[in-house]
Structure formats: C-alpha cells, structure tokens
C-alpha cells in the first residue's frame, strides 16, 4: 500500500506510487506532479510542529499533500482550477484516511494566504505561457492570467507574518517579496526554502 510506504520512508519510486491514478494522470506525472523524492523535502521543510496550515497552489491530482499528510502532522490544503483532478484528490484522500488533506475547487485569486501558515509553489502558472506543457484544454490559460496570478500571489504573502515559510520548486517565475530570505536549496538549486523576516 502506497500509505503505507511513505510513512515507513521506504524509496518509492514515482512510477509506483503514480499506480494509485487513472493512466492518463500518470501520464503527466514527469511534468506536473511533484516527484515523491521533492514531497518529502519540502513536507519536512514547511511542517516543523502539529498543526501547521500548508497550502499547495495548483496542487493538481494531489501528491504533494498526500506525502505531506502521510510524513508530517501538518495540515495540507491542495487548491485546484480543474474540478476533476480536485475530484481525483479528495478521493485518494478519503481512500487512505487522510483527514489532514483536503482539496478545494478554486483559482488561486479566490484564497486568502492569511489563513495559512506556509506555501508550496511548483510552478504552478506557468502553463499559461507555454502551450506545449499544458494538463489539458479544460480551463482558459493566457500571459494576462500568468501576469494576474503572480501579482495576486506577490500581494498576499507581503501581507503575512514573520516566520511564514515558502518552498518553491522549478518556479523562478514566482515573485517572493523582499522580505522573505532565502534560507536553503536544495536538489541542484532548483528547491528553495523561503522565511518572511523583519
């Protein structure tokens, strides 16, 4: 049982733990789901005591929260603008008694970020400039939305507090506001940990 590998931190591979999705979303694994390597480091990152909020923006079919909820006693909001891959997630959720994750059917402008303690970012706008790497031609991608999300994302972590984290992952596009330092990187500079200083 995958549940059961992660919380042992037996290596699985991602071509494994991917069996628990439909064909066609293990199809898009390599591209846009976090690799379970990557969930781990930045589950044990963002989650340093019970009860801390990470939310997961453009979480897609929910890997990211299912190994933070299985490793950590964090608490893991995945937020998602196609309906059916919140579906799949909440599903597999339920399926291995995870009620420390959940997912929500909501564009990123629509969250408040005060009600979270840390954020997971893995490039998760970035389909709106490069058509190649699109999920699928279900919702409207286009430069003005990138431009629009990375302004609304900017605006809201300004607004938190001291001591907030932030992991970003392939996601250069991203705009961390000044006042966050960056803290560590790892796997080859292209995992970062943020942390909202004075």
């Keep these: 049982m995958v549940n059961d590998a992660i919380k042992l931190e037996v ?3 991602d071509n494994e733990f991917d069996k628990i999705y439909p064909l066609a979303i293990q199809k898009k694994s390599r591209i846009h ?8 480091i930045v589950a044990n990152l963002l989650v340093d005591k019970a ?40 599903s ?21 970020f005060g009600f979270y303690d840390a954020f997971y970012f893995y490039n998760p706008f970035m389909e709106n400039l490069c058509k190649s790497r699109r999920i699928d031609d279900i919702v409207t991608l286009s ?37 966050y330092k960056k803290i560590a990187s790892y796997e080859n500079e292209l995992l970062d940990l943020w942390v909202k200083k004075r």
């Design 92 to 112: 597999l959720f339920d399926n291995y008694g995870l009620e420390n994750a959940r997912a929500i059917h909501a564009n990123v402008t629509s969250i408040d």
């Design 11 to 13: 290596d699985i591979t």
């Design 33 to 40: 789901w976090t690799p379970v390597k990557v969930a781990k």
């Design 51 to 90: 009860g801390i909020k990470v939310l997961d923006v453009g979480s897609g079919v929910g890997k990211f929260c299912i190994v933070g909820a299985t490793l950590t006693e964090g608490i893991f909001t995945g937020i998602e603008q196609r309906k059916y891959l919140v579906d799949i997630s909440n």
């Design 143 to 179: 430069e003005n939305h990138y431009t629009e999300y990375i302004i609304y994302v900017h605006s809201q972590l300004l607004n938190l507090p001291n001591g907030t984290k932030i992991v970003t992952y392939c996601s250069n596009g991203i705009k961390i506001p000044n006042s």
